[in-house]
């Protein structure tokens, strides 16, 4: 239990210092763990929700940064 909330902290802090133009990269890893915690019937954090969720969005976001007009 504690080793998940360890790593969901140093993720977030990862993801928090990250490039804001690639930080989008951790989201399949956010979501692994909030799985995990989840299955574990431990309870995730609406901020952590909350920054997957803009995770998502900037990865949708850069995906049509890269698409010809």
């Given amino acids: 239990m504690t080793d998940l ?6 993720l977030t802090d990862e993801i928090r210092e990250a ?4 930080r989008y990269a951790f989201a399949p890893q956010l ?4 799985e995990m915690m989840e299955s574990k019937r ?5 901020e ?5 969720d803009d ?7 850069a995906q049509f940064d890269n698409m010809p007009v």
Avoid: G, R
């Fill in 55 to 61: 995770l998502v969005n900037e990865s949708i976001e």
């Fill in 42 to 46: 431990l309870s995730v954090p609406a």
């Fill in 5 to 10: 909330m360890t790593q969901l902290s140093t």
């Fill in 48 to 52: 952590i929700h909350d920054l997957h």
């Fill in 31 to 34: 979501a692994q763990l909030i």
């Fill in 19 to 22: 490039n804001p133009d690639t």
